[in-house]
């Protein structure tokens, strides 16, 4: 059965985890949906991992309908989420209601998620009234980088934890079936997590969120760009696929590749008489 924004209401209700990675391909969506993981976070992480823009600040709608639509073609069961990108949502209600709706439409996202709290909840109002769930995403927010100056946890004030909890309870208040909270402290997350009804998924968060996401290629060591603190990398994938490349430069060379059983044969005796 196909995971749905109920799925993660009666998760939360069970204390039943929930789990959610990024991806920005089929094949790669495909993995991790057979997995049994919960849900795709289609991220506009995209920008770093698979962009190579050092932020997320330049990713567009265009880029977030290509990225998801490969997603949602490989995905059966796992709910998949894409991010709305930076200024897709900000200048108005009315963006952001429509550039949503190009997500449900041109990606096939079941549901989208945008950065901030008290400050978008006109906006997460706006989006749940078109009947397009919303996943809020609030703490450390990569799209306000030029304004925070940096990427910096959140919430280690008593002043910023203060804010974090109202942004809390705004988006659950606007509307948001889910929140990311992310690089808070995991003792503030916890209080968030037992305070809301709607489930928290955490990116270095702590154990106390209702579910957990990161982003594919830090969890597999495959980029190290930047590796943050809350990053657990689960396989060294990075280190298999450099050590599979330079095992088929060795047998091109060496011509040991391609041997026989990759060749074609024509039947015998038509090559012959040319
Ligand atoms: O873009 C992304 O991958 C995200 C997660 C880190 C939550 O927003
Ligand atoms: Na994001």
Request: net charge negative.
């Amino acid at each position: 059965m196909s995971v749905t924004v109920s799925t993660f209401q009666t998760m939360k209700q069970k204390g039943e985890k929930i789990s959610m990675i990024t991806a920005y391909d089929y094949t790669t969506a495909r993995l991790v949906d057979e997995a049994g993981i919960d849900s795709i976070l289609v991220g506009d992480s995209l920008g770093n991992v698979m962009l190579g823009l050092g932020d997320t600040v330049s990713v567009t709608m265009e880029d977030m309908i290509h990225h998801g639509a490969a997603v949602a073609r490989g995905t059966k069961r796992a709910l998949v989420v894409v991010d709305m990108p930076f200024m897709s949502y900000q200048a108005s209600v009315y963006d952001a209601v429509v550039n949503a709706g190009r997500l449900m439409k041109e990606a096939r996202a079941n549901a989208v998620k945008l950065e901030g709290g008290v400050e978008v909840a006109d906006r997460i109002r706006a989006i749940v009234a078109a009947q397009i769930p919303v996943c809020a995403h609030i703490g450390l927010t990569p799209q306000g980088v030029n304004a925070f100056g940096g990427f910096k946890v959140q919430g280690k004030t008593a002043d910023s934890a203060r804010k974090l909890l109202e942004d809390a309870h705004a988006v659950e208040e606007a509307g948001a079936f889910a929140v990311v909270l992310e690089a808070i402290p995991a003792e503030l997350a916890a209080r968030v997590s037992a305070e809301l009804t709607i489930p928290t998924i955490g990116i270095g968060a702590g154990a106390g969120c209702d579910g957990q996401v990161l982003v594919n290629q830090d969890m597999l060591g495959m980029f190290h760009d930047f590796t943050p603190k809350f990053v657990r990398r689960f396989a060294e994938v990075g280190e298999v696929m450099r050590g599979a490349y330079a095992e088929y430069d060795r047998c091109v060379k060496d011509g040991s590749f391609p041997a026989a059983e990759h060749c074609y044969q024509a039947p015998d005796g038509v090559l012959e008489n040319l």
